[in-house]
C-alpha cells in the first residue's frame, strides 16, 4: 500500500518534518510493496488541542507490528529548556511549552476508537507513539540531561534516521496498547476503517449465509468487507495546492470523494470559505449527509455541519431558489446583483439547465466586470452539467467555471491562474450538452491555462484523475449502459466514444483488438475488477433484463405486477430499493410518467413524483406547493424524469420507454438518457419498452456480449471522448 500525502509538504517551517517522512518512507519501501504496510502525512483525524484542532504529523499502519503515530517537533537542542514529564519547555519556538507525547496518544486513542467498533479489530491492535526531533542528535540529548528524566518517551533523533536504524527504533518502542497477530483478515478491515469506508452498515444480524431474495442478498452484501481503493485515498484526501480534475465513470465515487474533501478541507483550514456546488437539487440532502458523515469520522464526533460550519463550507446548488441560496445567487448577493430567476430568463427560449445557468452566469460577469475572490477552494459535481453551447460562452470560456475562477483567491500571491478549483465530472451523464470540459474548452486559448490540469503539482499531487472502477453499479449493466450509450453495436457504427487504447483503460477497459482504423475490427473487455459489484455472484437471476411489449399499458401493467412482487415476495422497501426511470423529453416524458403513476395508483401501489409535496400526488398548483430537494417519500415508488433521476439511486432500477430511443436511435442525449437511467442501479435493472425496432437487436446483442465487445470501427464518432488533458499528462 502506498504512502499518502495529504497536503503539500515542503512549505516554509516543513523542511523537519519532510526529512522524518522521507525516512519513514525509505524505511517500510519493502513492507509498502508487499502490502503489508501504509502511512500517511497528516491522516485526518482531527483531535482537540487547546483551542484548536490537529491531525497527527504521521501515522504508519504495520501489519507486522500494528499502529504507530509520530509526532514532529522541528526545534534545536537551544530551543529545549525544560522537560517536566509530559510537558515540554520551550523558548525561541512557536509555542512556550506543549505535550507531544500525550497529544501523540490523545490521537492514537481517538483513531483506536474506530477500530473498536469493528469487532475483529477490537482490542486486538498493537499501537506506539514516539517524538521526532529531526534536528536534535542522541548525543546532544544525552549531554543535556534529558535521558535520566522519569517519563521520557521514545525518541527518533535526527542522527538516527537511516532505515535500518528507523525501522529499529519504532520496532523496540514500548506499545500503549498491546493487540494480538494482525490477521489477512484483520489487516483488510483495518485498511477499510482508515479509508473511512463503512465497513459494516445496517443490521447485519439479518443476513443469510446463502441469500436467495433479492432483500437477502441487500443485507448480505452490508456485511461484506469495504476495500480500501489505494486512487481513492489519494484523491479524497488529498488538499492539492492548485486546480484539479477527476474524471470518473458512473458510481466510481465521485461526489463521496468530493465530500470527503470538502470536509478534510475545513476541518484542516476552519479559516478558509469552501464552496461544494453540485448541479441536481435533488442531491441537497445526500450532499449535506455526506459532508456531515465524514467531519463527525474525522473528529470522532465532535464536529458536524451545523449552522457555525455553515458559514465557512457551503454546500450550494449551482443555481440556487427563493428559499435556499445557491452558488450563483451567492455571487449576486455577493456584488450587489439581483439574481436572475427561470422567470426572467424564460423568454429568451435556452434549451437545457445548462445553457440557462451558463446565461444567468455570463450576465453577471458582463455586469460585474471585476468579480470579487471571495473563496479558499471551490468543489464541483456533476460538472459535465454546467457546460454550455457555443453560443453561450463569455469570451470564448465557459461563463459557470469562469465565474467560479474569478471567485477563487490565489493560492500564489505570484499566480493568478493556478487557483484550488476541483472539479468532477463524467461526459456520459450529460444530457443537454455534448461538451467535454477538458482545460481548453473551460478557459478558451489562453495559453496560461495550457497545462491547468496537466502534469503534477509541486510535491506531487496529480491536477488531473481518472477513476476507472465503479462500486455501484453490477458490471453487466455498466458495461451495456455504455455499449448502448455508445452505440459500439449499432450496425451504422460508434456515434460517440474514444478512439485510443489509454483512454479505454482510463475508464476501465482493455482493447484487446484493434487499435481505431476505419474497417478495422475492434475487441473491448472489460475486466471483473473493475466492477467490484457482488450481485452478479449472488443473484440466481440475470441483473439485467429486456421486456418488449404491444402497448404501453401492457408495459406498465407487467412494470406494476413486477414491484408488487418485489414488495410482497422480496419484501423490499417502496422508497429505499425500488426506482422508476422515465426515458424521454419535454412535455412526452411527463405524460409517461404520470402514466405510470395512474398504474401503480390502479394496482394499490403507493408513488412519488420528485419534487411534490407528498406521495400519490400528480401535480401542484405553482412552485410553491413543491419542494424541488425531494427525491423520495416513505412507503412510495419514485417515478422520475432522467434529469431528476442523476445522482441517485436504488437496488432496483425499472427503465421504462426504450421505444422513445429506439424510434431516434442516433440522437446521442437519448442514448445517454438510457446510460443514466440504467446505472442509477446497486443490483438489478430492468429495461422495457414497446413495438419493434432495429436498436432492440442492438440491446439483445449488448446483453448477449456482456463484458465483450467485438464491431467494426467504421468511421470516426460523431462525438469523440477522447481526453486531450489526459494526453498531455502521458
Known amino acids: ?70 509526532e514532529v517537533k522541528s526545534f534545536n537542542i537551544d530551543n529545549l529548556v525544560a522537560v517536566n514529564g509530559h510537558l515540554w519547555e520551550y523558548k525561541n519556538f512557536y509555542e512556550k511549552s506543549g505535550n507531544p507525547y500525550q497529544q501523540a496518544e490523545d490521537q492514537l486513542y481517538s483513531l483506536f476508537s474506530h477500530f473498536d467498533r469493528e469487532r475483529q479489530l477490537r482490542r486486538n491492535i498493537s499501537g506506539k507513539v514516539l517524538i521526532a526531533l529531526p534536528y536534535i542528535t542522541k548525543a546532544q540529548w544525552i549531554e543535556r540531561g534529558f535521558d535520566r528524566l ?12 537511516g532505515r535500518g536504524t528507523l525501522r529499529r527504533t519504532i520496532e523496540e518502542a514500548a506499545n500503549i ?63 492539492p495546492p ?12 465521485k461526489s463521496v470523494l468530493l465530500c470527503q ?12 470559505n469552501i464552496a461544494l456546488v453540485f448541479f441536481s437539487r435533488s442531491l441537497y440532502e445526500e450532499v449535506t449527509a455526506q459532508v456531515d458523515k465524514w467531519l463527525r469520522h474525522f473528529t470522532n464526533g465532535d464536529v458536524c455541519y451545523d449552522d457555525k460550519v455553515k458559514q465557512k463550507l457551503r454546500i450550494l446548488h449551482a443555481w440556487g431558489g427563493a428559499n435556499r441560496p445557491g452558488f450563483y445567487s451567492f455571487a449576486c448577493n455577493l456584488h450587489g446583483v439581483r439574481p436572475l430567476t427561470v422567470n426572467d430568463i424564460r423568454n429568451e427560449r435556452i434549451f437545457g439547465m445548462g445553457n440557462s445557468i451558463g446565461y444567468i452566469c455570463g450576465q453577471l460577469l458582463e455586469k460585474v466586470p471585476h468579480i470579487e475572490p471571495f473563496f479558499d477552494a471551490i468543489l464541483i459535481d456533476e460538472g459535465q452539467d454546467l457546460m454550455v453551447s457555443e453560443q453561450y460562452k463569455h469570451k470564448d470560456k465557459q461563463p459557470f467555471y469562469w465565474l467560479a475562477h474569478k471567485l477563487l483567491k490565489q493560492v500564489d500571491a505570484n499566480d493568478d491562474v493556478n487557483k484550488r478549483l476541483i472539479w468532477a465530472y463524467d461526459e456520459s451523464q450529460s444530457l443537454d450538452n455534448l461538451t467535454i470540459p477538458t482545460s481548453r474548452e473551460l478557459f478558451g486559448p489562453d495559453e496560461a491555462f495550457r497545462s491547468f490540469v496537466t502534469g503534477n503539482h509541486q510535491g506531487g499531487a496529480k491536477k488531473s484523475e481518472i477513476m476507472h472502477r465503479c462500486y455501484r453499479t453490477p458490471g453487466p449493466i455498466l458495461t451495456a449502459a455504455h455499449a448502448i450509450g455508445m452505440g459500439l453495436l449499432r450496425p451504422d457504427g460508434m456515434l460517440r466514444g474514444i478512439t485510443n487504447k489509454e483512454d479505454w483503460k482510463s475508464i476501465g477497459y482493455d482493447v484487446i483488438r484493434g487499435s481505431f482504423r476505419q474497417g478495422e475490427t475492434i475487441t473491448l473487455q472489460r475486466p471483473e475488477k473493475n466492477s ?24 406498465l401493467n407487467a412494470l406494476a405486477e413486477a414491484i408488487q412482487h418485489n414488495i410482497t415476495h422480496d419484501g423490499l422497501s417502496p422508497h429505499e430499493h425500488i426506482l422508476i426511470v422515465v426515458l424521454g423529453a419535454g412535455r412526452d416524458a411527463t405524460a409517461l410518467q404520470k402514466q405510470v403513476a395512474n398504474t401503480l395508483q390502479a394496482h394499490h401501489i403507493d408513488f412519488y413524483l420528485p419534487s411534490m409535496r407528498a406521495k400519490n400526488v400528480l401535480s401542484a398548483a405553482n412552485y410553491r406547493e413543491q419542494n424541488p430537494d425531494k427525491f423520495t417519500d416513505d412507503g412510495a415508488v419514485t417515478i422520475s424524469l432522467v434529469s431528476r433521476a442523476k445522482g441517485n439511486e436504488a437496488h432496483i432500477v425499472y427503465v421504462v420507454g426504450a421505444d422513445i430511443v429506439a424510434a431516434d436511435e442516433a440522437n446521442i442525449q437519448l442514448r445517454n438518457q438510457l446510460f443514466v437511467g440504467l446505472t442509477r442501479s446497486k443490483g438489478w435493472a430492468t429495461l422495457s419498452g414497446v413495438g419493434n425496432y432495429p436498436m432492440y437487436d442492438e440491446i439483445s446483442d449488448v446483453m448477449v456480449a456482456r463484458d465483450t465487445f467485438t464491431f467494426e470501427f467504421r468511421r470516426p464518432p460523431v462525438q469523440l471522448m477522447d481526453d486531450p488533458d489526459a494526453a498531455s499528462n502521458a
Open 177 to 239: 496498547l498491546r493487540g494480538e497477530e494482525i490477521t489477512a483478515e484483520r489487516w483488510h478491515v483495518l485498511l477499510s476503517v482508515l479509508s473511512g469506508k463503512p465497513v459494516i452498515v445496517g443490521d447485519t444480524s439479518m443476513a443469510s449465509d446463502n441469500p436467495s431474495t433479492k432483500l437477502e442478498i441487500i443485507r448480505s452484501l452490508t456485511t461484506k468487507l469495504g476495500e480500501m481503493d489505494v486512487q481513492q485515498e489519494g484523491i479524497g484526501k488529498m488538499i
Open 261 to 272: 474533501k470538502a470536509a478534510h478541507m475545513h476541518l484542516k483550514h476552519p479559516d478558509w
Open 242 to 253: 492548485g486546480p484539479q480534475r477527476i474524471r470518473g465513470i458512473a458510481g466510481s465515487g
Open 532 to 555: 467490484p459489484n457482488l450481485v452478479p455472484m449472488l443473484s440466481k437471476e440475470p441483473v439485467l433484463q429486456f421486456n418488449r411489449y404491444a402497448s404501453r399499458q401492457e408495459e
Open 1 to 70: 500500500m502506498p504512502f499518502f500525502e495529504t497536503e503539500l509538504l515542503g512549505k516554509p517551517g516543513e523542511t523537519g518534518e519532510k526529512k522524518v517522512w522521507d525516512a519513514v518512507k525509505q524505511a517500510y519501501r519493502e513492507q509498502d510493496q508487499q502490502g503489508k504496510c501504509t502511512g500517511y502525512w497528516r491522516y485526518p483525524l482531527f483531535t482537540k488541542v487547546g483551542q484548536q484542532r490537529k491531525e497527527p504529523d504521521i501515522l504508519i499502519a504495520d501489519q507486522d507490528y500494528g499502529v504507530v503515530i509520530i
Open 150 to 161: 522519569p517519563s521520557v518517551p521514545p525518541i527518533i533523533f535526527g542522527d538516527e534516521l
